[in-house]
Structures are given as C-alpha cells and as structure tokens.
C-alpha cells in the first residue's frame, strides 16, 4: 500500500509503514504542510495515496464525496506518538488481512485499552 500520513500525525508512522513494506510520505515533509483538507484528499486520490489521519469528521465528509478513492485510515482518538504507533501498526496488520481498501474506510480506536477496528464502504451503500 501507499500512504500519505496527515501532518496531524506523527511523522514515526512512515517509519512503520516502511518497516511493513509500504510506501508512506508524511505531509510536512513533502512541504505540504498547511493544505486545506480537501486539498489533502485531491492530492492523495489524484496519486492513488491512502491518508492517514485522526481528523475523522472532515475526512469521513470529503471521502464520502469522491467517486472512486483508494481507502482512508483513521486513528480514532488524538493520542501521543506511542499510541498512535501502535494503533497504526494495528491497522497494517487488519490491512494485511483485508483484500484492499478502495473506497473503504477503516477507523482504528482504542477503548478500554482494546483495540477495535470498524470497516465501511466510503461513499456508504456502493
């Protein structure tokens, strides 16, 4: 897979998707730092790019908008860097077992210090 990483999040997460044999990029060290987010989602589709981030709300908005995406992660709650590594190894390791993720989502959220994973199709009802 191939990632785009929001600047919302910890660049540590490149890192992680390399060491799993993905291609990822982080927003700020691209020097595109500061985009609107639907300029964020233009530039990953447009470059067949999944983001990365913790916005949920904006993102679930403009993806739910795009007619074909190649898939949006979501780290549910604004946690440190170590939370947000290890939930983000989590979602590699549930991408691993999923067939791909065009035009899904999935939300990774930690709850009681459980790890739970909700997957949809993003726009609902394709």
């Known amino acids: 897979m191939r990632f785009l990483i929001d600047e919302c999040l910890s660049p540590a997460l490149v890192r992680e998707a390399q060491a799993s044999g993905s291609e990822a ?7 595109r730092a500061g985009l609107a987010d639907r300029q964020v989602v233009a530039y990953a589709v447009a470059r067949d790019l999944t983001v990365v981030t913790n916005n949920a709300g904006d993102f679930r908005r403009l993806y739910a908008a795009q007619h074909l995406h190649p898939g949006l992660v979501i780290l549910i709650p604004n946690a440190d860097r170590e939370a947000q590594v290890g939930l983000f190894r989590a979602a590699l390791a549930r991408l691993g077992t999923m067939r791909d993720l065009i035009n ?9 210090d459980r790890i739970i994973f909700v997957e949809y199709e993003l726009p609902r009802g394709i």
Request: charged residues 25%.
């Open 104 to 112: 899904k989502g999935l939300e990774v959220d930690l709850v009681d």
């Open 25 to 31: 990029y982080h927003l700020a060290h691209m020097g």
